[in-house]
């Protein structure tokens, strides 16, 4: 199980992220959601270690975190939002690189990483530069090296950008099968539909904090809305999209 | 029209010609190497500040050489001592320009880059060749005139006889001596650069694209080579005015010959072989700029539709074997190391850079060669001085190649996609840096070892030539263990920040580099590889002591960090004084 209490990140002394908690139990898949600049960024920056909390735990099967921190990282895989990749290496040889950062011994690592780039179409294109990829392909790229080391805990930032719908289908599947097999799945996205077809519950975050962390078709009664959605916008209290509309419409004729 | 009304007209929109001549332009002072937009301005300021400072000695020491030439009854050490400088002067001028066009040698005509940005804008290729043709030529014009117009006033100035004087009767007014110079020295400028854009536009639309790239790349790089390492035979000719007075046959070959003949026509001389070397220089000026132009032309009508319609060249061939070599390296150090000759290896501009240390090197060894000749050494007879130059050399070779390595490696590649090793770092740390350790061996050591050790076996024999690698080879690698001691940065990706430092204490650093590692290293060596008794204690020595730098090295890695950032500037100090 991962646990977070009371996660703190101020800059300049700002709170970005101003006390969040949750918990992802194994088989689960938490939904991570918020406006932008609500926070959801650095929490993940924060769960993988890019981001120092102010203050705040993270703790892994009941032990911090922090006692041996390779060794959680070992044990995740992680899909940023932005596909920051090395663009002068081709798909292989960044797959290739992950996973000797993650110290996987040759044999098994070209093994797998063969097996991986053929199952997810990419096979004719492994030699070709990650520079000449598109969105989806370099999505796969990322796609394959979180799963490559058979991580327990994935934390995946929007996973589905710029795939195409036979692979959202299967990459949909994949996330309910793994976390019927045990493994916790942490799922940051700005698309509700999947998310509500995706996750088991959710935690939504506004202005740092946590407003809501349930079971969707729990706050979906709770709120009296037809879809999570609505859940979303009356707990964010966005502002009128007709009225930004018409707003634009007046800028561009002005 | 004032300074803010020239500027507020600057901030204008205006026709799309001038729009495009100002982003070209633009693009010449931007580089990925620098971090935020307006650093290179500074470095290139710092760069000519440092330039101006070094022209005041220079002035000096000319306005000496000329009063005591002055002084002489005898003419003609005068004359020929002009001569010689205005040569100088010329190949100086040819020198830059050809530096600074083979350092823009990919912005030279349009690229696939500026196609696509500008594809869906309403322009016309016309226009963008015209404009780009327009900015590069105004860019060459102006570094041209920046080099050329002070010399050409400061130098006849101070050659200036004294009136009433014997040279004052021989020489006359300076007056057309500056016009002579002046035009001169800016047509070999522009001859030189229409000369590299004729070449680089051959090369593009005679060749198959693959084929032109790669070797526009090896030509960029050789080209550089020769520029830098021409430098010191270029600042040697003054030293040779005894020269001055040959008539060779292939004169009428050499460029910087002709606009000498051009800058004495214009000077007055009526000496008929002047007058034919005038005329090889106004030929080769007409000739050179029609061949830029129609490669420009050409260019227009062809190569656009060649670079955008080439398959994509990104697609590669089965990786060779050297990628698997392990080294006997864990998989993190492997995963380091390949990192980093891959990134080398695809990356042009990282490799120019280091082509640029190369450079340096084997100018410095030019430089030691020429010296040697002008001081009258024989490099068949004089044995020992022979193994001196060969050392100096080898240990140029390694300074400025282990130096290269260092800083390309402080260059980003794609910074923000450091996540990946930012992620696994922790725990790993010496494991990783083990990578580094191996790509500065394999990558730098080594390399030059062996290429140290061939030359030397061609030139003294294979048993000296072990002696001086034994001998040269520890150095290198203690100069690789005091590099890494303050580096703990996996190459390429962290954000490098140039111009944080300032020039002048980069430049003092390196002359007492070169003082110390090859000039006072190359003769204690020199001495040392005479006997067994001194080389092979020598080697021992600096053997233990690379052990133990890298025994201790190893022990700070341990509980060392990596760098991912350069320590932020701070701006303001604020005190701390808001609340919490």
Redesign the interface.
């Known amino acids: 199980m991962l646990e977070v209490r009371r996660l703190v990140k101020r800059y300049n002394?700002i709170p970005v992220v101003a006390g969040v908690d949750f918990t992802i139990q194994r088989g689960e898949i938490l939904g991570y959601l918020g406006p932008n600049g609500a926070g959801k960024s650095t929490t993940v920056k924060m769960l993988?270690?890019?981001v120092q909390p102010t203050s705040g735990e993270i703790l892994f099967d009941g032990r911090s975190v922090r006692d041996d921190?390779?060794?959680f990282?070992s044990r995740i895989g992680?899909v940023?939002e932005?596909a920051?990749?090395?663009?002068?290496?081709?798909g292989r040889?960044y797959l290739?690189?992950?996973?000797?950062?993650?110290?996987?011994?040759?044999a098994v690592?070209e093994r797998r990483i063969d097996s991986m780039l053929q199952l997810l179409g990419l096979s004719e294109?492994r030699?070709?530069?990650i520079?000449?990829y598109s969105k989806g392909m370099r999505q796969k790229i990322l796609l394959a090296?979180a799963l490559l080391h058979d991580p327990e805990f994935l934390i995946l930032d929007e996973p589905f950008s710029g795939l195409d719908v036979n692979m959202s289908i299967v990459l949909r599947t994949l996330i309910h099968t793994l976390a019927a097999q045990g493994k916790m799945i942490f799922y940051s996205s700005h698309v509700l539909e999947v998310v509500e077809k995706v996750c088991t519950s959710v935690v939504i975050l506004r202005k740092g904090v946590t407003v809501a962390h349930d079971k969707i078709t729990r706050l979906r009664g709770l709120l009296a809305q037809e879809s999570l959605e609505g859940v979303f916008a009356q707990l964010t209290e966005q502002e009128n999209p007709q009225r930004v509309v018409d707003d634009i419409l007046e800028v561009m004729r002005s | 029209m004032t300074a803010a009304r020239l500027r507020l007209w600057w901030q204008e929109t205006h026709s799309p010609q001038i729009e495009l001549c100002r982003h070209f332009c633009g693009q010449f002072f931007e580089s990925e190497f620098v971090a935020r937009p307006g650093q290179l301005k500074l470095l290139f300021g710092g760069m000519l500040s440092v330039l101006a400072s070094l022209s005041v000695p220079f002035l000096q020491a000319y306005y000496g050489k000329y009063l005591f030439l002055k002084a002489l009854d005898n003419p003609e050490p005068f004359r020929l001592a002009v001569i010689a400088d205005v040569l100088f002067l010329i190949s100086l001028s040819m020198l830059a320009i050809g530096l600074v066009t083979t350092l823009l040698w990919q912005s030279l005509f349009p690229d696939r880059r500026d196609y696509l940005a500008l594809a869906s804008l309403p322009l016309r290729a016309q226009q963008i060749f015209r404009a780009k043709f327009t900015a590069l030529l105004g860019f060459i014009i102006l570094v041209t005139l920046a080099i050329v117009v002070p010399a050409a006033f400061g130098m006849p100035w101070m050659m200036q006889p004294v009136r009433g004087t014997l040279h004052y009767a021989v020489f006359g007014a300076t007056g057309w001596q500056s016009i002579g110079i002046l035009t001169s020295c800016f047509a070999a400028g522009i001859f030189m650069f229409f000369v590299l854009v004729a070449l680089q536009g051959i090369l593009l639309n005679v060749l198959p694209l693959r084929l032109s790239t790669r070797l526009s790349f090896w030509l960029q790089a050789s080209l550089l080579i020769l520029f830098l390492a021409a430098f010191p035979l270029v600042v040697a000719i003054p030293r040779i005015t005894y020269s001055m007075n040959l008539r060779p046959d292939w004169a009428i070959w050499a460029p910087p010959l002709w606009f000498l003949g051009l800058d004495q026509i214009i000077a007055g001389s009526s000496d008929p072989f002047a007058a034919r070397l005038a005329r090889g220089a106004l030929a080769g000026l007409a000739s050179s700029a029609l061949a830029a132009i129609v490669a420009y032309w050409w260019s227009y009508v062809g190569h656009r539709v060649r670079v955008l319609e080439t398959p994509d060249a990104s697609r590669r061939r089965e990786p060779s074997a050297y990628s698997e070599w392990t080294f006997g390296l864990a998989p993190r150090a492997i995963g380091v190391f390949a990192f980093v000759a891959k990134t080398l290896g695809r990356s042009p501009r990282h490799r120019l850079i280091l082509t640029v240390f190369a450079g340096f090197a084997v100018a410095l060894s030019v430089n030691t060669l020429a010296n040697a000749f002008l001081n009258g050494f024989n490099f068949q007879t004089g044995r020992l001085s022979k193994i001196t130059i060969l050392l100096a050399a080898q240990l140029a070779l390694s300074l400025f190649t282990l130096c290269g390595l260092q800083y390309l490696y402080r260059l980003p590649v794609e910074p923000r996609s450091n996540w990946i090793f930012r992620v696994y770092e922790p725990g790993h740390t010496p494991m990783l840096l083990a990578g580094v350790e191996a790509s500065l061996l394999y990558g730098g050591v080594a390399p030059v070892a062996l290429l140290n050790l061939l030359v030397s076996t061609f030139l003294l024999g294979i048993a000296p030539a072990a002696v001086l690698a034994l001998l040269t080879t520890p150095p290198a690698l203690l100069l690789m263990e005091g590099l890494q001691f303050t580096s703990y940065k996996i190459p390429f990706t962290s954000l490098y920040l140039p111009a944080r430092r300032m020039i002048t204490e980069t430049i003092i650093k390196y002359v007492v580099g070169i003082v110390l590692y090859i000039s006072l290293l190359s003769a204690l060596l020199s001495w040392c590889a005479q006997d067994i008794t001194r080389w092979l204690p020598a080697t021992a020595l600096m053997l233990i002591a690379y052990i133990r730098l890298r025994i201790a090295r190893l022990d700070i890695q341990r509980v060392a960090r990596l760098e991912f950032e350069e320590l932020p500037e701070v701006m303001v100090q604020t005190l701390a004084l808001e609340r919490d």
């Open positions: 002394r993988i270690g890019l921190w390779p060794g990282l992680y940023p932005e920051q990749l090395y663009t002068h290496l081709s040889e290739q690189l992950t996973g000797r950062l993650r110290g996987m011994q040759r690592l294109d030699h070709t530069l520079s000449s090296s």
